[in-house]
């Protein structure tokens, strides 16, 4: 894109932002979702615990189960377990929350579960993506040089794999913080406090109040994991950098 294009696109984008916000206010409408700062505050802190603790669940469950369905001994189990793990993106969220509250009880911890099942299916496949993307001549290159199979593991198919691998980490954290508002439903907290509440009671700014912290924040949570995933990514590997 030429670069006068670029920043007319810009100073457009600046403008449309400064007439949207001075609408919102002469409306009412800003004034209206400001008077929930104190309530966005607290249930905004609330919405990233539940999204840190299911996210980093699913990373540290989803990454060995997609390295182990990769080895030699697992590829033939592979298929048969992916479409267990796939069972819980088909389930519908709801139905998924309200089996995690069967098991675990309501709150927080049905929550989690529902969250960290939901969100285990793109890390599981794009691990297994990523490994299988490493060029065979570097696995061969490395068991010729005496690498015993975990440290050909950890030095070569790993670092060549991690691109893949953080792409689905962004996936799965992005669709993770967007699915959260749903904990409210069987007493989790976080955001879907304000929207749900705001639909029961027809209330759009106090809806809004709910909705908009919740966009920003996949938003931001899409932005810090490209960040980690342009920086940590070796850049021999990193088609980023």
């Keep these: 894109m030429a670069p006068a294009l670029a920043s007319s696109l810009r100073l457009a984008l600046v403008i449309g932002a400064f007439a ?15 008077r929930w700062q104190e309530d966005i505050v607290y249930l905004a802190g609330q ?3 539940l999204m840190a603790i299911s996210g980093a669940l699913a990373i540290l469950v989803g990454v060995p189960i997609g ?6 001994r697992f590829r033939g189990a592979a298929d048969a377990i992916t479409q267990v793990v796939s069972l819980g993106t088909t389930i ?9 509250m069967t098991v675990v009880g309501i709150g927080a911890p049905a929550a989690i579960v529902g969250l960290f099942v939901l969100t285990l299916l793109p890390v599981v496949l794009n691990t297994m993506a990523g490994l299988r993307m490493v060029p065979p001549h570097l696995v061969e290159a490395a068991r ?3 690498m015993t199979p975990w440290r050909t593991l950890v030095a070569v ?3 060549n794999a991690l691109f893949v691998i953080f792409a689905g980490i ?6 993770n913080v967007g699915t959260v508002p749903l904990a409210f439903l069987v007493g989790g907290g976080g955001l879907g406090e304000l929207i749900f509440t705001g639909i029961d009671l027809m209330d759009p700014s106090m809806l809004l109040a709910g909705a908009i912290p919740t966009a920003l924040l996949a938003v931001c949570v899409d932005l810090a994991v490209g960040q980690a995933q342009l920086w940590l990514v070796p850049r021999g590997v990193n088609p980023l950098r």
């Design 92 to 100: 519908p969220t709801l139905a998924l929350l309200a089996l995690a």
């Design 157 to 159: 198919e790993l670092p």
């Design 144 to 146: 010729g040089m005496g």
């Design 67 to 72: 390295v182990l369905l990769t080895r030699e």
């Design 170 to 175: 962004r996936t799965a954290l992005t669709i």
């Design 47 to 49: 919405h990233l615990q």
């Design 20 to 34: 949207a916000g001075a609408l919102a206010w002469a409306s009412g409408l800003l004034p209206g979702i400001l």
